[in-house]
């Protein structure tokens, strides 16, 4: 995949430093309504990221990260991925997403501003419990 022509370029980056540059075959991405796929020539898009996992294909590998919401921008074969924080599966402790789980749910909320922090904290643990779960 030395010839840029031919390849997808993925790159993560978020308020503190670039997390990945890496070339790939496929990435998949978590939307806030579903998920992404995107190949080699893939037509360009804006999208607003949910909390999930993040897929990088290259050959026969799959690395997979944890992304906290955020936009993708997708155009000329780079894959632009702007999160609030990420980091590689396999350090995702499900211990502390099981903790923060069930923070979540015993967290009271009353009116508009803190249910939307409720469900978002409830969105990003259950998105890391399922990631952690899966990496076992």
């Given amino acids: 995949m ?3 022509a031919s390849a997808l370029r993925c790159v993560v980056v978020t308020p503190e430093e ?3 540059s890496t070339e790939a075959e496929f990435v998949a991405l978590p939307l806030f309504d579903g998920e992404v796929g995107i190949g080699l020539h893939h037509s360009p898009m804006i999208g607003r990221l949910g909390y999930g996992e993040l897929r990088i294909r ?3 590998e799959t690395s997979r990260y944890y992304v ?3 936009f993708v921008q ?5 894959v632009s991925v702007l999160t609030n924080r990420s980091l590689p599966a396999a350090d995702i402790d499900a ?3 099981s903790e923060q789980l069930r923070s979540a749910l015993s967290r009271k909320a009353t009116g508009d501003d803190q249910l939307k922090i409720r469900d978002r904290m409830l969105s990003q643990a259950r998105a890391q419990l399922r ?4 990496a076992k």
């Avoid at 997708?74 to 780079?78: K, P, R, S, T, Y």
Wanted: hydrophobic letters at 40%; proline letters at 0%; charged letters at 20%.
């Fill in 95 to 97: 211990e502390v997403a």
């Fill in 2 to 4: 030395s010839n840029m």
């Fill in 18 to 20: 670039t997390v990945l």
């Fill in 58 to 60: 290259t050959g026969s």
């Fill in 131 to 134: 990631m952690a779960r899966r």
């Fill in 74 to 78: 997708v155009a000329d074969n780079l």
């Fill in 68 to 70: 906290d919401g955020g």
